[in-house]
């Protein structure tokens, strides 16, 4: 995708937007570096992960809580918790299953991932499903990974794992926009300045072609105001 874009002029900067502010003409995005003017703005910056609350897990068990398989880096013979019942708990087990141990600790019993997901993994004996089971404390233990105090119907039961994987939902990643510009955005979506597409407007329908399409509705969108209107 990046080779198709640069064949056809688009340049690709690697920057962190922080802040995005409109003075009624452009918009400025602020970076740490430069600040870059545009005409019209697609936010296209999709979701992040919901984290634990503080009060599931000491400080110092951190750098053993992951949010994304990716970063997790392949681990081998390891033993992971993965505290979700949705897509991303599943896919995340089924990545790992191969050459580790999965746990999935689902607080109820319900389940909220395709029944395809769930039957792959039902499928795999390095998985193992546990519902109705709440992490309570997670802490780190000398020489013993993670140590997770976990609520099972009622009793207290432990467990010691090397990683923790949390996938508890995914929200819209618009920290970056301040209140001001929040309150501005409706009002230049309508005038079609101002475009969210893909996962970050999307809700529970995250899918690649999905935000392609959305993507190139917009382009035709901000075409039809440059090119034919003017
Ligand atoms: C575990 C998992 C499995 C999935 N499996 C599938 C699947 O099998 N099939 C499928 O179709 N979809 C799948 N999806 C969904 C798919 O990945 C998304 O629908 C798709 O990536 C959405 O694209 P997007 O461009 O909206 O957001 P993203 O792909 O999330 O891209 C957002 C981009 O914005 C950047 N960004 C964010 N904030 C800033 C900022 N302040 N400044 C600069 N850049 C910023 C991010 O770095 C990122 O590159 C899966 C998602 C997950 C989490």
Redesign the pocket.
């Known amino acids: 995708m990046e080779e198709q874009l640069r064949t056809i002029g688009v340049e690709l900067l690697p920057?962190?937007?922080?802040k995005v502010e409109w003075d009624g003409k452009q918009f400025h995005l602020l970076t740490a570096s430069q600040t870059i003017h545009c005409d019209y703005l697609i936010l296209?910056?999709?979701?992040r992960p919901r984290l634990l609350p503080d009060r599931q897990a000491d400080k110092a068990a951190q750098q053993r809580i992951f949010y994304?398989?990716v970063d997790l880096h392949q681990p081998r013979q390891a033993k992971i918790a993965i505290i979700g019942a949705g897509?991303?708990a599943f896919?995340?087990a089924l990545n790992l299953a191969a050459d580790n141990h999965v746990e999935i600790l689902n607080r109820t019993e319900v389940r909220r991932c395709l029944p395809l997901l769930w039957e792959r993994a039902m499928r795999v004996p390095t998985i193992r499903y546990t519902p109705n089971t709440e992490l309570l404390w997670a802490e780190p233990e000398r020489n013993k990974g993670l140590r997770l105090t976990l609520s099972c119907l009622g009793e207290v039961e432990t467990r010691w794992v090397d990683y923790l994987l949390v996938a508890i939902g995914?929200d819209p990643?618009l920290s970056?926009l301040d209140p001001t510009f929040a309150q501005q955005l409706a009002a230049l979506e309508v005038a079609g300045r101002c475009y969210r597409?893909?996962?970050?407007k999307n809700g529970i329908f995250?899918?690649?072609?999905?935000?392609v399409g959305d993507g190139l509705k917009a382009a035709m969108q901000i075409y039809h105001l440059v090119v034919e209107v003017s």
């Open positions: 920057l962190r937007v922080q296209a910056s999709g979701t994304q398989v897509d991303a896919d995340y995914r990643n970056f597409i893909g996962d970050v995250r899918q690649t072609a999905i935000a």
